[in-house]
């Protein structure tokens, strides 16, 4: 399994960015797709994800501002990203999983496969 996530650069503050998540070696209808973010010296932090059935969940932090989506005929997740705040700033990793419970959707250890992660930098 490869997720392979791209999309992320440099945007002013309240500007809009989109990234893109392309999965391989699954069945990605099946699957949970999540998207989380870091900075340096913190965890791991949720920021969306949607369900195989098109449900999708947001961290309170996003919510209203950025909107996850899905395209199963491209084996695809995005994160549409709007209204960016310079505390946006962040790693953003791509997730997926074919096993997660709702009640651990927000959690990493939920996820077996990973991306490389893209940078997202929010300039005041």
């Known amino acids: 399994v490869q997720l392979q996530a791209s999309g992320g650069g440099l945007v002013q503050a309240g500007g809009s960015l989109g990234l893109s998540c392309k999965a391989s070696?699954?069945?990605?209808?099946?699957?949970?797709l999540a998207w989380f973010r870091q900075t340096p010296g913190k965890e791991r932090e949720f920021v969306a994800a949607?369900?195989?059935?098109?449900?999708?969940y947001y961290a309170e932090s996003v919510k209203g501002r950025f909107t996850t989506s899905r395209d199963n005929a491209k084996n695809s997740v995005y994160l549409q990203m709007n209204g960016l705040k310079p505390e946006d700033t962040a790693v953003y990793y791509c997730?997926?999983?074919?096993?997660?419970?709702?009640?651990?959707?927000?959690?990493?250890?939920?996820?077996?496969?990973w991306g490389q992660g893209t940078q997202v930098t929010v300039s005041s």
């Open positions: 070696g699954l069945t990605f209808s099946r699957y949970s």
């Open positions: 949607i369900r195989s059935s098109g449900h999708t």
């Open positions: 997730a997926a999983s074919s096993r997660v419970i709702l009640s651990n959707i927000a959690n990493e250890s939920g996820y077996g496969y």
